[in-house]
């Protein structure tokens, strides 16, 4: 939902026609990456405070400085809180700004993917390792080699493969790595370097992991977003090309790719025979919530999907402050996912 028009809401109403509740309320969380690992729900979370930064399009005020993990033994108990599970401080290449994380297990281990900007400036993705899941995490000396802009997804395929999925535009920097490089020119306006409307839209990123899941095994590669005639998504059709807040599933044999259209607000997914695509846009998952950024994952837990989800609504619309929520999704017999509305 549009900042301007949060001025306007009654927000006791609001949240009386809120599909779900806030997952925790004694702190605000966003960008929920859920997993079951061991029968547990396990919900990796940005960690959002007021740090006094300026509002701007490059995300500046989203300015987190820890992570912490939420566990729930079933989906209906509560969510337990389970304190600090890595700290910018203890993260040696990051400056600033932990922003949407995941999360994965391989052989007992677990791994903790996060973006943060680096002391250039520049948004990378780092690993840190755990032999729990709630951690805490040791953060690798150096961020993944070859990695860039923010919102690392991590997806295990059936044959164990693992891949990475991640980019976001504006604030996430996508645009300014199209040749490859970073291009560090000015303006630092969140706008400046994108395609034209006319022009194919920028593509969300993938790389498979290499075996220890702490670099990519391969030169990260653009997944296409193409719609029904299989023609790419262009720049200019906001409602539907990709954002950022990428995330993957796999549902009766198919890849569904899930990511938020930015400033329209919407969370959408396109669907492909394989990992690296194509995928065909398919229409939206979730409209738009409270608060400026919409970011989530879906889990399956005991034979049912759920969206893992964010808004702003205990904040009373500060769009930097937001709450996990979940809510159940259902699919049609065509594969195709019954769109949620935030509020009734
Ligand atoms: O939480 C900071 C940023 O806001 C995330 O990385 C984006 O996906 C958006 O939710």
Redesign the pocket.
């Known amino acids: 939902m549009p900042e301007e028009s949060i001025q306007h809401i009654d927000f006791d109403e609001l949240n009386k026609k809120a599909i779900s509740k806030p997952l925790v309320s004694h702190m605000y969380t ?2 929920p990456s859920a997993h079951v690992f061991n029968g547990k729900i396990y919900i990796y979370p ?1 960690h ?1 405070i007021d740090a006094g930064e300026a509002f701007d399009d490059l ?1 500046s005020h ?1 300015a ?1 400085e820890d992570y912490h993990v939420l566990s729930m033994d079933t989906i209906d108990s509560e969510a337990v809180d389970n304190g600090l599970a890595l700290h910018v401080n203890d993260v040696p290449w990051a400056e600033q ?1 932990l ?2 994380p995941d999360a994965h297990e391989k052989n007992g281990t677990y791994y903790l993917f996060f ?1 943060a900007k680096a002391y250039d400036g520049i948004f990378k993705i780092g690993v840190a390792t755990s032999s729990s899941p709630t951690g805490p995490f040791k953060a690798q000396p150096e961020a993944i080699k070859g990695s860039f802009s ?2 690392p997804a991590v997806f295990k395929d059936d044959d164990g493969s693992y891949y990475m999925y991640f980019g ?1 535009l504006w ?2 920097q996508l645009q300014r790595w199209r040749t490859g490089k970073f291009n560090a020119e000015q303006p630092d306006s969140p706008t400046a370097f994108l395609p034209k409307d006319n022009e194919p839209a920028l593509l969300p990123i993938a790389a498979k992991m290499s075996d220890d899941l702490l670099e990519f095994d391969e030169t990260p590669r653009k997944l296409e977003i193409v719609d029904e005639e299989g023609n790419l998504l262009l720049a200019g059709d906001n409602d539907r090309r990709f ?3 990428a995330w993957m599933h796999k549902y009766n044999g198919k890849y569904y790719f899930s990511y ?1 259209t ?1 400033d329209t607000h919407f969370i959408c997914y396109a669907i492909g025979d394989n990992p690296y695509g194509p995928f065909t846009y398919k229409g939206k998952i979730l409209e738009p919530v409270v608060g ?4 989530h994952s879906v889990c399956e837990v005991d034979g049912k999907s759920y969206l893992f989800y ?1 808004d702003s609504s205990l904040s009373k619309g500060v769009t ?1 402050l ?1 709450s996990v929520k979940v809510a159940e999704i259902t699919y049609k017999e065509d594969g195709t996912i019954v769109p949620l509305k935030p509020y009734l």
């Open positions: 966003a960008d940005s959002d995300g989203f987190m700004q922003w949407a973006p923010i919102d976001g604030g996430g954002f950022e807040a938020s930015g400026w950024t919409s970011h964010h930097h937001r």
